[in-house]
């Protein structure tokens, strides 16, 4: 079954930026602001995010802070993540998940090191959320501006009423179709939440999967751990997004992933690539391997007052 969708945001709404990972460039955010604004949101910084504590956006506690006020006050239509990096795993101990889930559901927005923030609002809140370019990094802060299609898609998946456009990828791993709630994101992320109580669970579910910089043995590691903790048990398809600087990836997934036997498609624009679209984890999603490509559809969605 999907997760709760949070309904889309409308014109005016008010978004937090928070920082609940690395240490965010104040250059960067205020172009990223400049563009949340230009799509019709009004942008509020949470309190904290400057602080810099080495490789993190300051204490676990003040970042969790942030993020708790943010999706607990009632002004806040949607919780954007500044950027990735890392410490998004550190945060969740520091979440009042009960208080968290008492208030009405909202967008949380981002990826790369959010991924952790997005298995653990499925699995603790039982709500979508979006995996998408974020305000502080390249496809949105640039200082030419942020990339065309990425901003279009983000804001057809975040503000519009439209369903999603569907995401095409350019190649077929595996042919056949499939249809079930999207989970995953950065493999990475995935591996390293092995073991705890956010880690994934494949089961009746198409999985994303992408990562940066990591070389075909490290994913190999990874994909390895995760089948043999059990993440990926009955997963009923795999949608994989870009491989930045990954070297030969596609044939390591394949050797890992194909005898699953169930289909598989690559190439989606979703990830640390350009362009990088967006997608709601938790909602259900649908693999057309004759299209090659990965619709979203956002259904189970909360109505806005």
Known sequence: MSERTPPR????????????????????????????????????????????RGYLAGPDQARAADLQEAWCDPEIAAVVCAR?????????????????????PKPLVGSSDITALHLAFQRRLGVASLFGPMPACSTISDEEGPEPRSLSHLKASLISSLEPRPVKGDQVLVPGSAIGPLTGGNLTLLAALCGTPHQMEARGRIVLLEDVREEPYRIDRMLTQLLQAGCLDGAVG???????????????????????????????????????????????????????SLTGLIGNQDKAP
């Open 9 to 52: 945001l409308r014109h005016g709404d008010t978004v937090a930026v928070v920082a609940p990972s690395g240490p965010v460039d104040l250059d960067r955010l205020n172009r990223g602001r400049h563009v949340l604004t230009g799509l019709g949101l009004n942008v509020r910084f949470g309190p904290r995010m400057l602080i810099r």
């Open 84 to 104: 990735g990096g890392y410490g998004a795993t550190r945060v969740l101990d520091h979440l009042d998940w009960d208080k968290m889930e008492a208030v009405r």
């Open 238 to 292: 795999f949608a994989l997004g870009s491989w930045v600087e990954c070297g030969e990836a596609l044939p390591v997934l394949v050797e890992r992933l194909g005898p699953l036997g169930v289909p598989i498609i690559a190439g989606l624009p979703i990830g640390h690539g350009t362009p990088q679209f967006s997608v709601w984890l938790g909602a259900d999603g649908v693999i057309d391997a004759e299209s090659c």
